[in-house]
């Protein structure tokens, strides 16, 4: 233990004050006077007990400065133990004490932020489970009311029957579509996304893309264009079924954000190679969304107010699993766009080139 000025002073004191009074003591005692042998008396008496009162106060100092930081640390573990985690243990003046308690605040520091994590992720998920049910709700009522139609022979004639039986098919596939998210969202959330790396060229996959997406979107009126610039012998290492996940949420955001006052609604998607990266840009002429939300998209849950407003549905986590996709495959997304005019998504791959990284297989497990 280091001593502090003050305390060198006082430990200095107590130490020379009976060595004089000592010395002194031993002079008059040598000097052999009947008068200055009983001071010398008095003053070895004195020094003794200077010496045992000294000691004392010493051992009380001592006590005292050891139980101090032990006790600090027992009420800091006592605090964490009953669950608060915001008491701060202030340093100590000693050293030795300092080490021990910056590993002490270093622990409760990561507790606290575990805690916060796990609250957080708790939250989301019970956003989530609100948000599904709310978002099943719509489709199961409508699948009752066309049953009940059927049932009750509102539904006459066999049009009007078959007509029924569509719409009842493509609301079950909307809540299929939702319990499909929520499980990859789970997965996503547990790390188990089950990829399945293969080498293909890239021209031909995006080509596949916008011929499996062709009937959506004209089913939904959007006009398609599409440039595929990539040369026909340029790989890409990839898992085509979740790829195609991330170019689908893309799409289905084109669509549900598109704005209703304008013409046409446009989707362009414009695939090259710009150095060892492939580059897909998935463009749109739809609501476009406002500065201040940008930066948030990507984020679990994050809605734009205007996206929300509009009852578009949704949950706000589909960026955050192509975010989190172009991620595993090396990758990013990046979103630009202009509120009021459209929106565009920059989806950049790496080349796959023969003898460089074979792809990791197990990569966001
Ligand atoms: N193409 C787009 N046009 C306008 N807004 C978009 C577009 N894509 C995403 N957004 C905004 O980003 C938010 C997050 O998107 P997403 O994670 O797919 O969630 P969701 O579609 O379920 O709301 C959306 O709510 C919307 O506000
Ligand atoms: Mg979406």
Redesign the pocket.
């Known amino acids: 233990m280091r001593l502090s000025k003050k305390n060198l002073l006082a430990v200095l004191g107590l130490v020379t004050v009976p060595l004089l009074l000592l010395s002194a003591a031993l002079f008059l005692l040598v000097r052999g006077q009947e008068d200055s042998e009983a001071l010398g008396m008095i003053l070895i008496g004195l020094s003794l007990m200077e010496l045992l009162l000294g000691s004392l106060a010493l051992l009380r100092w001592q006590q005292e400065h050891l139980s101090r930081p032990f006790k600090k640390l027992q009420d800091a573990a006592g605090e964490i133990r009953d669950g608060n985690l915001d008491h701060v243990l202030e340093p100590e003046e000693e050293d030795e004490f300092n080490r021990l308690f910056d590993s002490f605040e270093e622990m409760r520091l990561r507790l606290k932020n575990s805690a916060e994590e796990q609250l957080r992720t708790e939250q989301d998920g019970k956003i989530l489970l609100a948000n599904i049910s709310h978002d099943l709700k719509t489709p199961i009522t409508a699948i009752k009311g066309y049953v009940e139609g059927l049932r009750d022979g509102v539904a006459s004639t066999p049009e009007k029957q078959a007509r029924y039986l569509s719409t009842i098919y493509s609301k079950a596939e909307e809540m299929e579509k939702l319990v499909d998210q929520l499980y990859f969202y789970s997965l996503v959330e547990t790390g188990r996304i089950p990829y399945h790396f293969t080498r293909i060229p890239a021209h031909a996959y995006f080509s596949d893309c916008r011929w499996e997406l062709k009937e959506e979107l004209d089913a939904q009126d959007m006009v398609t264009r599409y440039e595929n610039r990539v040369p026909e012998d340029v790989m890409i290492a990839v898992d085509p079924e979740q790829l195609h996940r991330v170019v689908s949420?893309v799409v289905s955001?084109?669509v549900?954000?598109r704005d209703r006052n304008k013409e046409k609604n446009m989707i362009a998607f414009r695939i090259c190679v710009e150095g060892k990266t492939i580059v897909t840009e998935i463009e749109?002429n739809?609501?476009?969304?406002a500065p201040e939300?940008l930066p948030h998209?990507f984020e679990r849950f994050?809605?734009?107010d205007?996206?929300r407003s509009a009852a578009t549905g949704?949950?706000?986590?589909?960026?955050?699993i192509v975010q989190k996709i172009m991620e595993d495959h090396g990758g990013r997304a990046v979103l630009t766009?202009e509120f009021g005019k459209g929106?565009c998504m920059r989806l950049e791959l790496p080349v796959y080139e023969e003898n460089a990284n074979e792809p990791d297989t197990d990569r966001g497990r």
Do not use: P, T
């Open positions: 949420n955001n084109a549900k954000y749109d739809g609501v476009g969304i939300d998209v994050y809605r734009a205007a996206s949704g949950n706000g986590i589909g960026l955050s766009s929106s």
